[in-house]
């Protein structure tokens, strides 16, 4: 397999599971003749025709609402939204029914699909077409969050969510949707969802990000290293549910942590990170826990963009301070 | 707004008998409009049939009005009046019209200079729906619309220097530079936005509606939205609540034959968009949105209706959009004959010129205009080019009401 793109991952995971089951079905706006609005479905309709690969009205609700339907009769919808600050319109189907469905119906009526949305900043646009918002998701029992940061991710973990039986929010980080290539295997490839990955070693602090911040971080973590400060980096994959081992045997090792987010920092999944760990380990930490975050201001528009994102610099800093403890 | 496009210049369409006023005043500029049918090739690629008028006016009122009704004709298949402007009049249209197209061309190139980020979408195509509405409206009433805004902004009363500079994202521009393309509001010139999120501006029109009929105001409310709107749920709950308290408010669906990517044809079973409100009791009109004569009369008509005190009404304006959707956009929805098709021989701003040198305006003064515009757009470029940024400290800014 040649080396791919994130939304080229995205495709290909799609395709693999659209051939493997027919009940797989993709739909949202402009996903068909015009292959999505960042062309993540490009080429589908083409393969698997019109009706598994549904252009939708212009209508959120609906769409989540219908996979709603569709879901409990069969089949796994794929509903993609074109950005996920338009999602807010299908709010409550996802909150009052993807969500909840499952309990409500107490087990007699599952809801697998897999709601995809491309979400952040760094791509020169704002407000709403820039915003992070897993926490909401995160924050709504019933739901999985998983956020990809890189194509072999993206490919491995979009097939894991399609499998999965309960309703997933792929939250996909258009920033790095065509920022670099990778390998990926020719075999089809699943990750596990609420696994943690620890993606560099290191001994003296924890950095723990997903999504567009992995290549940031693993930036700081280069600048560390020239200095002689040897970061270990966590790739969370899984929002939620956290996968709490991973994280806690890492910072149990290095006694210290720092967790980077674009989200706004308040009530954001650092806060939450950092209660795990002050409930879990708090007397073998050397340091409070330190986060790097967005402002609690909607994304600024792009002339201030790089300033609202938190910058390998930052994050470094921050690690800095956090060693000086 | 009439008033406030005397403030930004086009006095020519100021001052004039005008919907808003008394009964009798509305009478009479009604009075104003003709009924010259459209020519058979024009209203065809709009996808119009061309009606008689005057068989249109025999057609039953809409249901629950009683007859007979003074505006029956204004939901004939398609909305056929023309208004009669002064050569002032036309003048005003056309400044108006070639401001809009002449600001968006230029911020069209400034993002392809890397000046302008994210998303732009340009009006370009569409602006006799914006100056027709805007030109019979009153200095009370109020815009509001969505992303596709700058043009609807400009002739509000915004400056292009500051709509441009907020295009740009610098201090000194409408929104402080933090709004940009999509949301622009300017409340001193009763603007209300701009509006990323697709058929938002319905119930955030019928709102404002609710206000000015609460506050005793004889304010209308102009709300404009997409085809592509039309297919969200909120629309419908707006339309119901405006019928059930017979709100004042205008929705103005700028039908430009397509969402994004997806053309009426695909998204909608009821492809009659004016059709969209029978079912809850809100009137329709189908307007040809490339003649500007027959925008601003039909928004006149469509005004008056309201202040009649009849609850909202619904006027589908069938327009175009000449660039993609927003600056990246592959076009393989349309054919590219279409597009070239609608420049050539339906452009609103051409059939504007063509009636002006008709009626005997000479080229002079057309020229006059044109050189003014650029001047004016060119001076906003400038402007947008070379001011500052926002400051970093900026950004918290009315985040939250703070206490000083
Ligand atoms: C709720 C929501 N969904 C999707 C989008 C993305 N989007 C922006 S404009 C647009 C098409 C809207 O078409 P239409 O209403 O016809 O207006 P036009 O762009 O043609 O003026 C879409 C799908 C959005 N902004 N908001
Ligand atoms: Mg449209």
Redesign the pocket.
């Known amino acids: 397999m040649p080396e791919i793109t994130l939304i080229e991952g995205v495709n290909l995971a799609l395709k693999e599971k659209m051939a493997e089951n027919e009940n797989v079905v993709v739909l949202g706006?402009?996903v068909g003749l015009d292959g999505g609005?960042f062309r993540a479905t490009i080429g589908l309709i083409e393969e698997f025709g019109a009706d598994r690969v549904i252009d939708t009205p212009?209508a959120?609700a609906g769409i989540i609402g219908m996979a709603v339907g569709m879901a409990m009769n069969g089949l796994i919808p794929i509903p993609e939204?074109?950005?996920s600050?338009?999602s807010?319109?299908a709010f409550h189907q996802i909150e009052n029914h993807v969500a909840r469905y499952h309990w409500r119906t107490r087990g007699q009526i599952p809801m697998p699909m897999v709601i995809r949305m491309p979400y952040g900043a760094g791509v020169r646009a704002f407000e709403?077409h820039s915003e992070s918002r897993e926490a909401y998701w995160a924050h709504t029992p019933g739901l999985k969050v998983v956020i990809p940061s890189t194509p072999r991710k993206a490919r491995a973990l979009l097939r894991a969510a399609i499998e999965h039986p309960d309703p997933v929010v792929f939250y996909e980080p258009k920033a790095i949707y065509r920022a670099f290539r990778e390998n990926v295997s020719d075999e089809p490839e699943t990750m596990e969802i609420g696994k943690a990955e620890v993606v560099r070693e290191g001994r003296h602090i924890t950095m723990i990000a997903y999504g567009a911040m992995m290549p940031r971080t693993l930036e700081a973590a280069r600048m560390l290293a020239d200095e002689g400060i040897e970061a270990e980096v966590i790739d969370l994959m899984t929002v939620s549910p956290l996968d709490e081992e991973t994280i806690i045997e890492s910072v149990r090792r290095t006694g210290r942590a720092l967790v980077v987010h674009e989200a706004p920092r308040s009530f954001g999944p650092a806060a939450e990170i950092i209660a795990r760990l002050n409930d879990k380990i708090f007397f073998e930490l050397e340091a409070p826990v330190a986060r790097v975050t967005g402002y609690d201001m909607p994304p600024p528009f792009f002339a201030r963009e790089q300033w609202f994102l938190p910058s390998p610099t930052r994050i470094a800093d921050e690690a800095r301070e956090t060693l000086k403890l | 707004m009439a008033k406030r496009a005397g403030k930004s210049g086009a006095r020519a369409t100021q001052a004039k008998t005008r919907a808003k006023k008394s009964p009798s005043a509305t009478r009479a500029s009604a009075r104003k409009t003709s009924s010259k049918p459209a020519s058979k090739g024009e209203a065809k690629a709009l996808g119009a049939k061309v009606t008689d008028a005057k068989a249109s006016a025999k057609k039953t009122p809409p249901p629950g009005h009683d007859h007979p009704d003074p505006y029956a004709h204004l939901f004939a298949d398609e909305y056929h009046r023309e208004y009669e402007a002064s050569h002032e009049e036309m003048l005003g249209f056309y400044r108006q019209m070639l401001r809009i197209r002449r600001f968006e061309e230029k911020a069209g190139q400034l993002y392809g200079m890397g000046l302008i980020g994210g998303?732009l979408?340009l009006y370009i195509g569409?602006e006799a729906v914006a100056v027709g509405f805007d030109s019979a409206a009153g200095p009370q009433d109020r815009v509001v619309t969505?992303?596709?805004c700058h043009g609807h902004a400009l002739i509000a009363g915004c400056s292009p220097k500051s709509l441009m500079a907020e295009l740009t994202g610098r201090a000194p521009g409408l929104c402080k530079g933090k709004g940009g393309s999509m949301h622009m509001f300017a409340p001193d010139h009763r603007f209300y936005g701009g509006h990323?999120?697709?058929?938002?501006p319905a119930p955030l029109g019928t709102g404002l509606a609710f206000a000015a009929k609460y506050r005793g105001e004889d304010a209308v409310s102009l709300t404009f939205?997409?085809?592509?709107?039309?297919n969200?749920g909120q629309v419908y709950e707006s339309f119901n609540m405006a019928v059930l308290w017979k709100l004042p408010v205008v929705y103005v669906i700028?039908?430009?034959?397509?969402?994004?990517g997806?053309s009426?044809d695909r998204a909608s079973g009821q492809k009659d968009l004016h059709k969209r409100g029978e079912s809850l009791g809100v009137p329709g009109m189908l307007v040809d949105g490339m003649n500007v004569f027959k925008v601003r009369a039909a928004a006149e008509e469509a005004i008056a209706y309201i202040r009649s005190g009849r609850g909202p009404i619904l006027v589908e304006v069938k327009t175009y959009?000449y660039r993609g959707?927003?600056m990246s956009d592959p076009a393989k929805y349309r054919p590219r004959e279409e597009v070239q098709e609608v420049r050539a021989h339906h452009d609103p701003i051409e059939l504007l010129k063509e009636r002006m040198l008709d009626a005997g305006i000479g080229e002079a003064e057309i020229k006059k205009i044109d050189r003014a515009v650029k001047q004016e757009i060119d001076e906003a470029a400038d402007f947008a080019r070379h001011a500052a940024e926002p400051e970093p400290d900026e950004l918290y800014r009315d985040v939250l009401i703070e206490e000083a």
């Open positions: 706006q402009d609005i212009l959120e939204m074109q950005f600050g338009f807010y319109t709403l | 998303f979408h569409e969505g992303y596709r990323g999120i697709v058929g938002a939205f997409g085809d592509g709107a039309t969200q700028e039908n430009n034959h397509y969402a994004m997806t009426v959009r959707h927003s």
